[in-house]
């Protein structure tokens, strides 16, 4: 009889301990106040066997409620989880919110905020969201002045283009000074991701170099899509160039001899790893051909240039092999067409020396280019008419050879304090059919200092060489100083 007593109590025991445990883990406080009472010390022996059944029908009475507020508590968190997930498609039909890969959600700027009071921060650096969109976009740009003093006659005032120094006669002391804003430029662009091709950029870019006065000029309009794949359609620069050479000069122009040219063009490029890209474009084939005077025709272009490269960029710098391929074509009022093929190769490359930081390295550039009918892409002769010559009517058309070429290295002195110099040369296998008149080769230097004495100010000074040959003997050349202030945003 004393062991059932003693189980009795172990049970009661372990009971209670579980109650307890049970209403302290969900913190609701006990129904019974005589649960939390003390218990007589010597109950009687009549009433202590009923007053434990009922104070045990009373805990398995408490047990079942906490179980079935338990099951209700579920409910309602399903019931949270389902409406979240409502919520957050509801926002997302309206704009507010999109989901990047991974299935994580991005906020946007809702349409229904003032702008002006809030703006989402955008995808790329200097961006911000579009109202009830996930696009970001970004305004920038730079305001420059320019102050110009050609010592010779030059027919570029407001740029640098060996092309159009003045051969022959007697020009010494001829000099000129101007002073010009033309160089400010202007550019709009946008970004917006999308979940099966990566992200669609949008790019639109003026300056103030158009051929009357302060007109506006498009330098590039296109729109691309993807990351690793990338389709592109607009205007921008040619395939068949590297970008990246070009080095740091305060004239607009550049060296004469870089393959410099902005083509419309549907391009394909294709990242790899290890820093390799591939690039190929077909691209506007406008063409440049000298004839002969009173040839009544025209220039046609029945197929579009095929231009294309490939660049590896490991931590040293960069090495690029680009080519290009042309049908040139003369189509005579009179008379059969003329064709030829024009093709050209292009090595550039970067070589990184001494580094001051991470934003200031010290980097050799250079360029080797060369091949038939390819004139239309080198700086200083494109619009020349020197893809090729028709020398009379009824005789094919030849296109003419080109070399072009530039050795440079852009140093800092000092984080605010920067350098650049420069040679760059052309030379164009001119035939006897044309006059003597015709460009031959030029050759230019540039050098310069720049200050940076704030983030987004640079002053600098610069002197220019450049001096045109031509294909009877004159010459001409001409010494220019430019000073530029240059305001970014």
């Not at 102050?147 to 030059?154: E, N």
């Not at 949008?202 to 729109?223: N, S, V």
């Not at 006897?432 to 008149?437: C, E, R, V, Y």
Request: net charge negative.
């Amino acid at each position: 009889m004393r062991g059932g007593t003693l189980n009795h109590e172990r049970s009661t025991v372990r009971t209670t301990g579980w109650a307890c445990l049970a209403l302290l883990l969900f913190g609701i406080p006990p129904l019974d106040a005589r649960a939390q009472a003390p218990q007589p010390a010597s109950p009687a022996p009549g009433t202590a066997a009923a007053d434990d059944a009922e104070w045990r029908r009373q805990m398995e009475s408490r047990v079942q409620q906490l179980e079935r507020e338990n099951q209700q508590l579920r409910s309602e968190v399903a019931d949270i989880a389902h409406t979240q997930q409502s919520v957050m498609e509801d926002a997302q039909k309206h704009g507010i919110i999109t989901f990047v890969e991974g299935g994580q959600p991005r906020l946007t700027t809702p349409d229904f905020f003032d702008i002006n009071k809030f703006a989402a921060e955008g995808d790329f650096p200097g961006s911000v969201r579009l109202p009830g969109s996930n696009t970001s976009f970004q305004l920038g740009g730079y305001v420059q002045l320019d102050a110009i003093f050609d010592s010779d006659r030059i027919g570029n005032e407001d740029s640098f283009a060996v092309s159009t120094i003045q051969t022959g006669g007697e020009k010494t002391g001829a000099g000129n000074t101007n002073f010009s804003v033309r160089q400010t430029r202007l550019f709009l662009k946008t970004q917006t991701p999308t979940q099966e091709w990566g992200d669609l950029v949008t790019y639109i870019e003026i300056d103030f170099l158009g051929t009357d006065g302060t007109e506006p000029r498009l330098r590039h309009a296109y729109g691309q899509i993807g990351n690793t794949n990338q389709l592109l359609a607009g205007q921008t620069w040619s395939a068949f160039q590297d970008a990246t050479v070009f080095p740091a000069t305060l004239d607009s122009q550049g060296p004469p001899g870089i393959i410099n040219n902005r083509r419309p063009q549907v391009r394909y490029r294709h990242d790899w790893a290890g820093g390799w890209t591939g690039v190929v474009a077909l691209e506007d084939p406008t063409a440049d051909i000298t004839t002969p005077a009173g040839l009544a025709g025209e220039e046609s272009t029945p197929y579009p240039d095929l231009a294309g490269n490939i660049r590896w960029a490991p931590d040293w710098g960069h090495v690029q092999l680009a080519g290009v391929l042309r049908y040139l074509q003369f189509d005579p009022d009179q008379g059969s067409r003329e064709s030829d093929v024009g093709y050209g190769l292009s090595l550039t490359g970067s070589l990184k020396t001494i580094h001051l930081d991470d934003k200031h390295v010290d980097t050799v550039l250079y360029q080797i280019a060369g091949g038939n009918g390819i004139a239309r892409y080198v700086n200083d002769i494109n619009g020349q008419g020197l893809d090729a010559v028709l020398p009379a009517a009824g005789e094919d058309l030849d296109g003419l050879s080109v070399f072009a070429g530039l050795i440079g290295y852009q140093h800092w002195w000092s984080a605010k304090w920067g350098s650049t110099l420069c040679y760059s040369l052309v030379d164009v296998n001119v035939t006897n059919d044309l006059p003597d008149t015709t460009y031959h080769n030029g050759q230019y230097v540039v050098v310069n200092l720049r200050y940076y004495p704030a983030e987004r100010v640079m002053l600098g000074g610069e002197v220019l060489y450049g001096r045109r040959k031509d294909k009877g003997g004159d010459d001409g050349d001409d010494v220019r100083v430019q000073f530029s202030a240059q305001y970014r945003f």
